[in-house]
């Protein structure tokens, strides 16, 4: 209705008055006049006459009036656009090709401008968001392994006073469980400082976010809702606002929910999306320990830039550092990092890469587009030429034409437009990791305003050259009679340029999907030296909250106990073939780095392998064969010490001079952590190496296995753990009857959603691995759909001329030439073309190789490049002999006959 | 009748403004004293009459407003606007000027020059 009001107040203005308006005012006139004439003596019949030749026809006058107030070149533009659509109409086949061509190309760019748009320039929902910075500490030894710094409750505050901050955010991260309903829930629990609701800016979609107020008298017990977590625990009941979640037996008020855009703190998977926010002042008040901490973000005034903000807060956090040696190394610099950096890094490279592939598609499509508007070109100089001969100037016609051209584009953006909506989506099915859990895809005003600029964009550029070359016949040689040649039109032919760029573009499409395609399935199909197939994990939290349930559990021995017999429970489920226990050691990616002595050797430089927790069965359900020696029993695992089995790879490259069996190894790091871990009495003493198992992925299903020391989960127990199921089937299938074994040892034991998935999802969550998948399916996808617009661009012009040369080449057949010659004849330039194409993009393809192979990070196979232009060869050869086939079709009396 | 005068480009909007200033018409009546101010010298091209009309409308130099017209009927009388004031007085002006000088050389003898 507004939309409507506007748009009639913005007519009246270019407009003020209407046509009928207009029209009455000059029917007067004219009567008043005929009325003066018939009073001088003229009849009636007469003075109408004379009249009408005098001021003119009523009819007209809307027109006088809008030319005389500077309409005119809008109505005229207005009926190029009404002749464009009827040019389209009449040939439905032309336009669907070129409307798709764009559709196609306008679609995808469009999709993944928004994509670029939602994951790098405006990924997150908070205001300010790109003052936000992660305070990281660089340790200058480990400079690869940026680390966060906790703050006590005073540190925060003088973060708070320092100059160029604007507010700092403290958070932390909990473990908790939804308790009081019917089976436990685990819950994500993030606290924040009461000061987030204005430090992030979000308005929340219900109720209200954490204020100042919620710290007072040792902290409310309030709590809001993330969007995902309202939807899954409440179904999305908007009367949700004042009821009472209980939380680790805590009863919370529910006081807001957060939109859906609001996914707190999902930072490049570090750590999960927070499912509830409570008031950090509850934190210090439920464990009341001094060094639980906040982990800091911090929000810079504006116009600070980094390197100001880094030298002024320097000092500060050394002072920090002063008060806790212990979690600061030992030599450090502070690096304020935007929090969009971690996913520039990643994702800013995919993007790059899928740009341009939509941006050759698109330059294909317009080409395509050039191509067929040449082509029917042909077949309307003769209209053209009429026009020109009746006064229509050449600007004129250009005009129209590209009036013609921007409608089509206009047309195929509005498709393309609607389907990007879905397309953008495709990139974060496939890999979504990859991008912050925040971005939304959304068609907003600058994605529309971007897609609008393209469309006119490529109207004119397609539209131009054609526009151009037609226009500029002169009538007078056009005119007598249509051109009906016996003789072939002139050689110039334009469009073989077009065709020759087209496919070359195409080629290099195809053989950059080939690559993607090709190192893709090196991927799949390499080793992983376990079997995923059929096998899940399950992740369990123990209650380390309720001091009752923890007390039952806090000994090594208790909770030894109760992890077997949920083990045992979970192994009684029928189906189920094997279980094992294992504590972050799920592969691909797997174990902690620690670093170890070998027989007592002190080395100066300390070898590193990868530490993994896990039960003596963790090999048989993961069917990691065992190489030599064995693996240790039931009675060792319980006691944790003195033993150890190690893979393949750490085998040959600390033990390769001797037997590995048999051999010492000392892990001086195997220590608890925090309250909650519990280590065995002996796990720093030495331990027998008894057992050399072959090397599953624990560094990425696409990296080198590095050297792993297996040992006894119970050598260090942390507060959770994770079971690793093996089923003949599905395994989600059985996480049913599971839960309820587990719930049988203890019905509040919730399992963590978070944690619970196959190992074949695990390989898909592998960030090279969701990578490589979306880079092979989308340029998959991308190269089918450019090698179906070159084919449909070589088809239509090859038809379009021979449908033109009917004639000659009934004359040729009729004077006896060789079919195969005329054949030849008809498809002759778009082959040639199409070849010429082929032979460039050869070229272009193996000087670009080394560059794409470093951005696609795989190698760039000359075989997979031949193979593309083969294919190419091949279908661009049919594409020209399908439509050239009718040439020799003609019977040569029926082509003569039209002479 | 004496001999009827062509009309220089661009002066029928200055003609038109003139009418109106006299008080309000309608478009035949401006036609109408024109022609009677002239002395029924100007032809006035028709068809160019009221693409003046409208285009001065449209700069807001004259405002439209429907009335009832001597016979009764509904007729549009255009009247002078404040900024059509101003532009017929600065167009007066300048008019008078360039005629003065251009009269002025026009009518130099061969002597004077």
């Given at each position: 209705?507004?939309?409507?009001?506007?748009?009639?107040?913005?007519?009246?203005?270019?407009?003020?008055?209407?046509?009928?308006?207009?029209?009455?005012?000059?029917?007067?006139?004219?009567?008043?006049?005929?009325?003066?004439?018939?009073?001088?003596?003229?009849?009636?019949?007469?003075?109408?006459?004379?009249?009408?030749?005098?001021?003119?026809?009523?009819?007209?006058?809307?027109?006088?009036?809008?030319?005389?107030?500077?309409?005119?070149?809008?109505?005229?533009?207005?009926?190029?656009?009404?002749?464009?659509?009827?040019?389209?109409?009449?040939?439905?086949?032309?336009?669907?090709?070129?409307?798709?061509?764009?559709?196609?190309?306008?679609?995808?760019?469009?999709?993944?401008?928004?994509?670029?748009?939602?994951?790098?320039?405006?990924?997150?929902?908070?205001?300010?968001?790109?003052?936000?910075?992660?305070?990281?500490?660089?340790?200058?030894?480990?400079?690869?392994?940026?680390?966060?710094?906790?703050?006590?409750?005073?540190?925060?505050?003088?973060?708070?006073?320092?100059?160029?901050?604007?507010?700092?955010?403290?958070?932390?991260?909990?473990?908790?469980?939804?308790?009081?309903?019917?089976?436990?829930?685990?819950?994500?629990?993030?606290?924040?400082?009461?000061?987030?609701?204005?430090?992030?800016?979000?308005?929340?979609?219900?109720?209200?976010?954490?204020?100042?107020?919620?710290?007072?008298?040792?902290?409310?017990?309030?709590?809001?809702?993330?969007?995902?977590?309202?939807?899954?625990?409440?179904?999305?009941?908007?009367?949700?606002?004042?009821?009472?979640?209980?939380?680790?037996?805590?009863?919370?008020?529910?006081?807001?929910?957060?939109?859906?855009?609001?996914?707190?703190?999902?930072?490049?998977?570090?750590?999960?999306?927070?499912?509830?926010?409570?008031?950090?002042?509850?934190?210090?008040?439920?464990?009341?320990?001094?060094?639980?901490?906040?982990?800091?973000?911090?929000?810079?005034?504006?116009?600070?830039?980094?390197?100001?903000?880094?030298?002024?807060?320097?000092?500060?956090?050394?002072?920090?550092?002063?008060?806790?040696?212990?979690?600061?190394?030992?030599?450090?610099?502070?690096?304020?990092q935007p929090i969009i950096v971690p996913f520039q890094q990643e994702t800013g490279h995919t993007l790059t890469l899928l740009l341009a592939g939509v941006v050759l598609l698109l330059i294909i499509g317009c080409a395509n587009c050039s191509i067929l508007l040449l082509a029917r070109g042909r077949a309307r100089q003769h209209e053209l030429a009429i026009r020109g001969a009746i006064g229509a100037s050449r600007w004129r016609l250009v005009r129209q034409l590209l009036v013609e051209a921007v409608v089509i584009s206009c047309t195929g953006a509005v498709l393309?437009?609607?389907?990007?909506?879905?397309?953008?989506?495709?990139?974060?099915?496939?890999?979504?990791?990859?991008?912050?859990?925040?971005?939304?895809?959304?068609?907003?005003?600058?994605?529309?305003?971007?897609?609008?600029?393209?469309?006119?964009?490529?109207?004119?550029?397609?539209?131009?050259?054609?526009?151009?070359?037609?226009?500029?016949?002169?009538?007078?040689?056009?005119?007598?009679?249509?051109?009906?040649?016996?003789?072939?039109?002139?050689?110039?032919?334009?469009?073989?340029?077009?065709?020759?760029?087209?496919?070359?573009?195409?080629?290099?499409?195809?053989?950059?999907?080939?690559?993607?395609?090709?190192?893709?399935?090196?991927?799949?199909?390499?080793?992983?030296?376990?079997?995923?197939?059929?096998?899940?994990?399950?992740?369990?939290?123990?209650?380390?909250?309720?001091?009752?349930?923890?007390?039952?559990?806090?000994?090594?021995?208790?909770?030894?106990?109760?992890?077997?017999?949920?083990?045992?429970?979970?192994?009684?489920?029928?189906?189920?073939?094997?279980?094992?226990?294992?504590?972050?050691?799920?592969?691909?990616?797997?174990?902690?780095?620690?670093?170890?002595?070998?027989?007592?050797?002190?080395?100066?430089?300390?070898?590193?392998?990868?530490?993994?927790?896990?039960?003596?069965?963790?090999?048989?359900?993961?069917?990691?064969?065992?190489?030599?020696?064995?693996?240790?029993?039931?009675?060792?695992?319980?006691?944790?010490?003195?033993?150890?089995?190690?893979?393949?790879?750490?085998?040959?490259?600390?033990?390769?001079?001797?037997?590995?069996?048999?051999?010492?190894?000392?892990?001086?790091?195997?220590?608890?952590?925090?309250?909650?871990?519990?280590?065995?009495?002996?796990?720093?003493?030495?331990?027998?190496?008894?057992?050399?198992?072959?090397?599953?992925?624990?560094?990425?299903?696409?990296?080198?296995?590095?050297?792993?020391?297996?040992?006894?989960?119970?050598?260090?127990?942390?507060?959770?753990?994770?079971?690793?199921?093996?089923?003949?089937?599905?395994?989600?299938?059985?996480?049913?009857?599971?839960?309820?074994?587990?719930?049988?040892?203890?019905?509040?034991?919730?399992?963590?959603?978070?944690?619970?998935?196959?190992?074949?999802?695990?390989?898909?969550?592998?960030?090279?691995?969701?990578?490589?998948?979306?880079?092979?399916?989308?340029?998959?996808?991308?190269?089918?759909?450019?090698?179906?617009?070159?084919?449909?661009?070589?088809?239509?012009?090859?038809?379009?001329?021979?449908?033109?040369?009917?004639?000659?080449?009934?004359?040729?057949?009729?004077?006896?030439?060789?079919?195969?010659?005329?054949?030849?004849?008809?498809?002759?330039?778009?082959?040639?073309?199409?070849?010429?194409?082929?032979?460039?993009?050869?070229?272009?393809?193996?000087?670009?190789?080394?560059?794409?192979?470093?951005?696609?990070?795989?190698?760039?196979?000359?075989?997979?490049?031949?193979?593309?232009?083969?294919?190419?060869?091949?279908?661009?050869?049919?594409?020209?002999?399908?439509?050239?086939?009718?040439?020799?079709?003609?019977?040569?009396?029926?082509?003569?006959?039209?002479? | 009748?004496?001999?009827?005068?062509?009309?220089?480009?661009?002066?029928?909007?200055?003609?038109?403004?003139?009418?109106?200033?006299?008080?309000?018409?309608?478009?035949?009546?401006?036609?109408?004293?024109?022609?009677?101010?002239?002395?029924?010298?100007?032809?006035?091209?028709?068809?160019?009459?009221?693409?003046?009309?409208?285009?001065?409308?449209?700069?807001?130099?004259?405002?439209?407003?429907?009335?009832?017209?001597?016979?009764?009927?509904?007729?549009?009388?255009?009247?002078?606007?404040?900024?059509?004031?101003?532009?017929?007085?600065?167009?007066?002006?300048?008019?008078?000027?360039?005629?003065?000088?251009?009269?002025?050389?026009?009518?130099?003898?061969?002597?004077?020059?």
């Amino acid at each position: 209705m507004n939309l409507l009001a506007a748009i009639r107040k913005l007519w009246h203005s270019i407009a003020p008055r209407t046509h009928s308006d207009v029209e009455e005012e000059f029917r007067f006139t004219l009567d008043a006049y005929q009325e003066d004439l018939i009073r001088q003596g003229l009849p009636e019949e007469e003075a109408r006459r004379k009249a009408r030749i005098d001021l003119g026809q009523p009819a007209t006058q809307n027109e006088t009036y809008r030319e005389a107030i500077g309409l005119r070149l809008f109505d005229e533009l207005g009926g190029d656009v009404r002749y464009g659509l009827r040019a389209l109409r009449r040939n439905p086949g032309f336009a669907a090709v070129a409307v798709l061509s764009l559709a196609l190309g306008i679609g995808a760019t469009t999709a993944m401008f928004s994509l670029i748009y939602a994951a790098l320039l405006h990924p997150f929902p908070y205001a300010g968001a790109d003052r936000i910075m992660n305070p990281i500490i660089i340790d200058e030894q480990h400079p690869d392994e940026p680390l966060w710094f906790p703050l006590s409750k005073a540190q925060f505050d003088d973060l708070r006073l320092a100059a160029p901050v604007d507010s700092p955010l403290g958070f932390n991260n909990a473990h908790m469980e939804i308790t009081g309903g019917g089976l436990p829930e685990d819950v994500w629990s993030v606290y924040l400082t009461e000061n987030a609701g204005a430090f992030f800016g979000v308005h929340p979609l219900l109720g209200r976010n954490l204020e100042p107020s919620d710290a007072e008298n040792g902290g409310h017990s309030v709590v809001v809702l993330n969007y995902r977590f309202w939807q899954r625990h409440f179904g999305g009941d908007p009367d949700v606002i004042g009821r009472t979640l209980e939380i680790d037996h805590a009863p919370y008020t529910i006081i807001g929910v957060m939109p859906r855009s609001f996914a707190f703190n999902d930072i490049n998977g570090i750590s999960g999306v927070g499912d509830v926010y409570l008031p950090a002042t509850l934190m210090r008040g439920l464990f009341n320990v001094p060094y639980l901490a906040y982990i800091p973000w911090i929000k810079l005034r504006p116009h600070v830039t980094l390197a100001a903000a880094n030298s002024a807060l320097d000092p500060i956090v050394r002072q920090f550092a002063q008060q806790h040696p212990e979690r600061f190394p030992d030599h450090w610099h502070l690096a304020l990092q935007p929090i969009i950096v971690p996913f520039q890094q990643e994702t800013g490279h995919t993007l790059t890469l899928l740009l341009a592939g939509v941006v050759l598609l698109l330059i294909i499509g317009c080409a395509n587009c050039s191509i067929l508007l040449l082509a029917r070109g042909r077949a309307r100089q003769h209209e053209l030429a009429i026009r020109g001969a009746i006064g229509a100037s050449r600007w004129r016609l250009v005009r129209q034409l590209l009036v013609e051209a921007v409608v089509i584009s206009c047309t195929g953006a509005v498709l393309g437009v609607a389907a990007s909506y879905w397309l953008a989506r495709i990139p974060l099915l496939l890999s979504p990791d990859s991008f912050p859990a925040e971005s939304v895809i959304r068609i907003n005003a600058p994605v529309l305003a971007f897609s609008v600029a393209l469309a006119l964009l490529c109207g004119i550029l397609f539209g131009l050259a054609p526009a151009l070359r037609l226009s500029r016949h002169d009538s007078a040689r056009m005119l007598p009679g249509r051109q009906i040649g016996v003789v072939a039109a002139p050689a110039k032919h334009r469009w073989s340029v077009l065709i020759a760029a087209q496919i070359a573009l195409t080629l290099l499409l195809m053989a950059t999907a080939s690559t993607a395609i090709r190192s893709f399935l090196v991927l799949t199909q390499m080793p992983l030296g376990y079997d995923p197939a059929n096998v899940m994990k399950i992740g369990i939290t123990l209650h380390v909250r309720d001091p009752n349930e923890w007390s039952r559990i806090q000994s090594r021995e208790a909770r030894t106990a109760y992890i077997e017999q949920i083990r045992e429970k979970i192994a009684s489920v029928p189906g189920v073939s094997t279980v094992a226990v294992g504590t972050d050691a799920t592969p691909p990616y797997s174990g902690a780095e620690n670093s170890f002595n070998i027989d007592r050797t002190h080395d100066r430089e300390q070898p590193q392998a990868r530490v993994m927790l896990v039960g003596p069965g963790y090999f048989a359900a993961l069917r990691i064969p065992l190489l030599q020696g064995r693996i240790w029993n039931t009675d060792e695992n319980t006691r944790g010490d003195f033993i150890a089995v190690v893979n393949h790879a750490f085998a040959t490259r600390y033990l390769s001079s001797s037997n590995a069996l048999g051999r010492q190894l000392r892990i001086p790091g195997l220590t608890p952590r925090n309250r909650y871990q519990v280590a065995s009495a002996q796990s720093t003493a030495a331990r027998e190496i008894i057992g050399v198992v072959g090397d599953a992925r624990n560094d990425g299903v696409d990296r080198p296995v590095v050297p792993a020391i297996y040992l006894p989960y119970t050598a260090v127990m942390l507060p959770y753990v994770q079971f690793l199921v093996r089923t003949p089937g599905d395994p989600l299938a059985y996480l049913h009857s599971i839960r309820g074994a587990i719930a049988s040892v203890a019905s509040d034991q919730q399992i963590s959603n978070a944690a619970t998935f196959t190992l074949n999802e695990a390989i898909e969550r592998d960030a090279q691995y969701s990578r490589q998948r979306l880079f092979s399916i989308l340029f998959g996808v991308f190269s089918a759909m450019a090698l179906a617009l070159a084919l449909v661009g070589i088809f239509s012009v090859v038809a379009y001329s021979v449908a033109q040369r009917t004639t000659e080449f009934g004359v040729r057949l009729a004077l006896g030439a060789p079919r195969a010659h005329v054949l030849w004849v008809a498809a002759r330039i778009a082959l040639v073309s199409a070849a010429a194409g082929i032979v460039i993009g050869l070229a272009f393809d193996s000087f670009l190789g080394a560059v794409l192979a470093h951005w696609m990070q795989s190698a760039f196979a000359a075989g997979s490049l031949v193979a593309a232009a083969v294919l190419l060869a091949l279908s661009a050869f049919l594409a020209c002999l399908l439509p050239a086939r009718h040439a020799i079709a003609v019977p040569p009396a029926e082509a003569l006959r039209y002479e | 009748m004496t001999k009827p005068v062509e009309l220089p480009q661009g002066t029928l909007e200055m003609l038109i403004l003139k009418a109106v200033s006299l008080g309000p018409l309608h478009g035949y009546g401006i036609l109408l004293r024109i022609q009677q101010i002239s002395g029924e010298r100007l032809e006035i091209l028709q068809g160019s009459f009221y693409t003046a009309i409208y285009r001065l409308e449209h700069r807001g130099w004259i405002k439209g407003e429907w009335g009832e017209s001597e016979n009764n009927r509904r007729a549009r009388f255009y009247s002078l606007t404040a900024a059509g004031t101003r532009h017929l007085k600065a167009e007066t002006a300048k008019w008078t000027d360039m005629a003065a000088v251009v009269a002025g050389i026009l009518d130099r003898k061969a002597d004077e020059i």
